[in-house]
């Protein structure tokens, strides 16, 4: 069973910037492609970038220039570094993952808030 597990959420004024971490309790050269996603509150959950095993990054066009996702699979982990950061940004941001027989897993969450 694959668990995930987020950091680094918490509030930030607007302009700045915030690294999301997500650890991985299983090798993550197991994984196949891993992604985050956000929910803001009445809103659905939308996916903000994903990157797959290869390394290559794919963005929603919202935060493209602004947001950068990475993964570091010797260290079983994921990352989220977020820069500019605006209001509309405020969010539960989500892990999640897809190993290679197609089972997908998910994170609880944490939350950002971009606020002065």
């Known amino acids: 069973q694959v668990q995930l597990v987020e950091s680094g959420g918490g509030l930030v004024q607007p302009g700045g910037s915030r690294r999301l971490s997500c650890a991985v309790s299983s090798r993550v050269g197991s994984i196949n492609t891993m992604g985050w996603y956000r929910q803001a509150p009445g809103e659905q959950r939308e996916l903000v970038a994903t990157?797959?095993?290869?390394?290559?990054?794919t963005y929603v066009d919202s935060v493209k220039g602004r947001f950068t996702i990475s993964r570091d699979n010797g260290k079983n982990t994921m990352y989220l570094q977020m820069s500019s950061l605006k209001a509309e940004d405020t969010a539960v941001y989500y892990c999640?993952?897809?190993?290679?027989?197609?089972?997908?897993?998910w994170g609880q969450g944490t939350q950002v808030t971009v606020s002065s």
């Open positions: 990157i797959n095993s290869g390394g290559t990054p």
């Open positions: 999640h993952a897809r190993d290679y027989w197609g089972r997908a897993y």
